[in-house]
Structures are given as C-alpha cells and as structure tokens.
C-alpha cells in the first residue's frame, strides 16, 4: 500500500510532464480512489478538496469533488470509492423484483418468433 507522501510524488511528475504540454487537450481526466477500509475512506475524505458531493448507492458509496474551470464547466474529476459494504451495515437484502405480465404473443406467435419463422 502507497503512503500519501509517495502519491503526492507521483502526482507531482504527472503534474510536471502536463505543465511540459499546457495545449494538450485531455478528454475527461479522471483520479480515482479505492480504499479497503472504512478508516482510510474516511481519511482520504477529509483531507480531499471542497466541497465534496456524496453518493451512496448500491453497490458503492463514493465521494466526488468536480474541478471547475472559471466558465463552470468540468476540468477533472476527483473519486473516492469502497463497497458500500464496508461503510455501512445491510439492513436488509436486496429482494429481486417480481413481475406479472399478460402475455404478449400467443404461443403459436411465440414458437415463431423463437422459431425464426415468420409470423
């Protein structure tokens, strides 16, 4: 596991070789996070930029800052992710959906289409 202190020297050289090429146009940058813990979530969570913009949504909370430019439009986006598991307790399962439906085709219409005859 990286410490914060090698991360920031690595950023720092991506950061130099991008000064090296200011025109270089760079469609939808990205820097992701993936801690294993609650604990290092959090951490990477106060020490990110502002504000932050959260989603917990099945099957991931996540953390968001957008890097604006002066015209509000996005520059580079900025992730923290973990499996909403390991930051939450499950309260209940997931139930999967069921459904009750009219048939659509008779069944000769059915065997047709199934068939790749013509109906």
């Not at 801690?35 to 959090?42: G, R």
């Not at 990110?48 to 957008?66: G, S, Y």
């Amino acid at each position: 596991m990286a410490k914060a202190s090698q991360v920031a020297a690595a950023l720092r050289t991506l950061a130099d070789a991008l000064d090296k090429h200011p025109e270089l146009s760079i469609n939808r940058p990205l820097l992701a996070f993936y801690p294993d813990t609650k604990e290092e979530f959090m951490g990477l969570a106060k020490i990110a930029p502002r504000p932050l913009k959260k989603n917990f949504t099945d099957p991931t909370a996540e953390i968001e800052h957008r890097f604006m430019d002066e015209k509000g439009h996005v520059i580079a986006w900025f992730y923290i992710q973990i499996p909403r598991n390991k930051v939450c307790d499950l309260v209940e399962p997931a139930k999967p959906a069921v459904y009750r439906c009219e048939p659509i085709f008779s069944e000769a219409e059915e065997a047709a289409i199934l068939s790749d005859q013509d109906v």
